[in-house]
């Protein structure tokens, strides 16, 4: 699924380099397999994947509404990290409504 997705991504002008990069970047921070079956895993590893494919392609705006629900702590702030690191990178603000102490940017 993410993989056809990507290729999406590419075929709407996203350059193969940058699709290729965010999604192994996400696979590794997310900690996905892609042989998993939805409906066969955890609430926590949905969550997971339904983030990859939101976060795989650059959002010039991305609302995200408890993004840490069902997430374990390592892939939280594995999480957190990434949106801290693009909004640094694109000069965006985004926060956490779960923790505020734990906002990627304020």
Known sequence: MAKAF???LVRDGLPQSVVSARLERLTSLLDLD????????SD??????QLLLKLLRPSELLLLDEVTTDLDVLS???LLQ???EETEQRGASAT???DADEQPTS
Request: glycine share 4%.
């Open 82 to 84: 990434f949106l801290r």
């Open 96 to 98: 956490d409504s779960d």
């Open 76 to 78: 939280r702030q594995a």
């Open 44 to 49: 926590g590893q949905r969550r997971r994947a």
């Open 34 to 41: 892609f042989e998993w079956r939805l409906h066969k895993v």
């Open 6 to 8: 990507a290729d999406s």
